[in-house]
């Protein structure tokens, strides 16, 4: 049982490429979510999946689009990376409301 | 926006006394609460849940929920150098399948 898994575990990208971030989970929990937390700063939603077949934005989605694959899989994707989008990226999934959140190992991005 | 407050710290304590982090939210709807332990350099991870007012305890953890004042502390007894962390508070944001967090109060145990 790995719980919640992330890839790649470090990305350095210039500016302008793309990259996927992929995410997948085997408790059979039904919303996934996708993090940035930047440097002593606290952790901040991106995009959210409640269901499979279901996406939804959270506080700062602009530049980057997701994908439920499956009920396991979550993947985000950078279109055209920034230096802004530097930062640390984890994906989390629960099972279902007023549950808690497990969290995978986080991918460290840095965009020169 | 639902929201989660928590004092930013840092939280300093000596070895062996306890530490006290609180948290306070607004979303009444929110039935169950979370704290998450965060050491530098990684992930989240759960050491504590609570549902119901009044104390649960868990080794040297007790999370006490007061869901009149909407409010949840997190005490640490015998604290340790390596609790030394990031304690994130969360809350379901209800309606919206998702954990609204704090923004986390840094602990520093001193040897």
């Known amino acids: 049982n790995a719980g919640v898994t992330q890839t790649p575990k470090f990305q350095v990208l210039k500016t302008g490429q793309s990259m996927t971030l992929q995410c997948a989970q085997d408790?059979?929990?039904?919303?996934m979510y996708w993090y940035r937390q930047d440097p002593g700063m606290g952790l901040r939603l991106i995009y959210y999946?409640?269901?499979?077949?279901?996406?939804d934005k959270g506080e700062v989605p602009n530049g980057y689009n997701v994908s439920r694959l499956n009920k396991r899989e979550f993947s985000l994707r950078l279109e055209s990376a920034a230096p802004s989008q530097t930062s640390v990226y984890f994906c989390?999934?629960?099972?279902?409301?007023?549950?808690?959140?497990?969290f995978g190992p986080g991918t460290r991005l840095t965009v020169t | 926006q639902k929201e989660v407050e928590q004092n930013s710290g840092p939280l300093s304590v000596p070895e062996g006394a306890i530490a006290s982090l609180n948290c306070t939210y607004s979303?009444?709807?929110?039935?169950?609460f979370f704290w998450y332990r965060q050491y530098s350099g990684k992930s989240p991870e759960l050491i504590m849940f609570?549902?119901?007012?009044g104390d649960k305890e868990d080794g040297r953890f007790t999370a006490q929920l007061n869901k009149a004042s909407q409010y949840v502390s997190l005490l640490i007894r015998d604290s340790q150098p390596s609790d030394s962390a990031t304690y994130l508070c969360?809350?379901?944001?209800?309606?919206?399948?998702?954990?609204?967090f704090g923004t986390g109060t840094r602990l520093l145990v001193s040897p």
């Open positions: 609570i549902y119901s007012n």
């Open positions: 969360a809350a379901p944001n209800t309606g919206f399948q998702k954990l609204v």
């Open positions: 989390a999934s629960m099972r279902g409301p007023q549950d808690e959140q497990y």
């Open positions: 999946s409640a269901s499979e077949g279901t996406t």
């Open positions: 979303d009444r709807g929110s039935q169950s």
């Open positions: 408790m059979n929990h039904n919303s």
